[in-house]
């Protein structure tokens, strides 16, 4: 299957500060990106969809403030935590598809766990 | 209600034990049933992807979909320890937008 780099893996980052995490599709175009968020034993949860070259689409419930998404190119999305606080300590995961109708198949990278300490 | 219902588990099974895994769904507007393998601590990796009812196999893994009933099992011959895993099941509209259920972890013991 098609690759999907996600960077960085694991962070730790005091509260307070902001963090930012790359996901990369590496071998194909990606028209849309999706950020999820998954807590211990938990499934994913959609935080946002972003189109390449417009504005991110925020599920309801996730600050668009707190939570930056960049899809400037479409080989690279950017999720930004600001002022990040413990209670944002989660797992975050991108996906990334050719397509932007569900007939295309989507690939995950493989996540980040973010620690706030 | 939620739109989609998955068993809960835990599932543990000895080694070579038939593993089913299963999923409801509410939402008429689903066309496209995934299951994805989740080992800890990893992103989700794709197992399967349909869009029609009937059954769809891949070496030792068979996805099941039954539109009329909205129900999706994944089956799983001959588990091996590898498989030990929270399998999660997911559906998506045309829109492309994917909903995810809350997983299942397997635990396949040799």
């Known amino acids: 299957g098609a690759v999907v780099s996600q960077h960085p893996s694991w962070v730790i980052c005091k509260s307070g500060t902001s963090v930012k995490i790359e996901c990369r599709s590496l071998?194909?175009?990606?028209?849309?990106m999706f950020w999820y968020r998954q807590f211990p034993k938990q499934s994913l949860m959609l935080m946002a969809t972003?189109?390449?070259?417009?504005?991110?689409?925020?599920e309801q419930g996730v600050e668009k403030d707190k939570f930056l998404i960049n899809h400037a190119s479409l080989t690279l999305s950017t999720l930004t935590v600001t002022s990040a606080h413990p209670e944002d300590s989660s797992f975050y995961i991108c996906?990334?598809?050719?397509?932007?109708?569900?007939?295309?198949?989507?690939?995950f990278g493989q996540g980040t766990r973010l620690t706030v300490v | 209600q939620k739109e989609v219902e998955q068993d809960p588990g835990p599932l543990s099974v000895p080694e070579g034990a038939i593993v089913s895994l299963n999923c409801t769904y509410s939402n008429s507007a689903f066309q496209y049933f995934m299951w994805y393998r989740q080992y800890s601590r990893k992103g989700p990796e794709l197992l399967m992807y349909?869009?029609?009812?009937g059954n769809k196999e891949d070496g030792r893994f068979t996805a099941q979909v039954d539109k009329s009933s909205k129900y999706i099992s994944l089956f799983i011959r001959d588990s091996q320890p590898s498989d030990s895993a929270t399998y999660l099941c997911a559906f998506s509209t045309n829109a492309g937008k994917s909903t995810f259920g809350d997983g299942t972890t397997l635990t396949v013991k040799p």
């Open positions: 996906s990334a598809r050719a397509g932007q109708a569900g007939n295309t198949e989507a690939f």
């Open positions: 972003s189109n390449e070259g417009s504005k991110a689409t925020y």
């Open positions: 349909t869009y029609s009812s």
């Open positions: 071998d194909f175009q990606a028209t849309t």
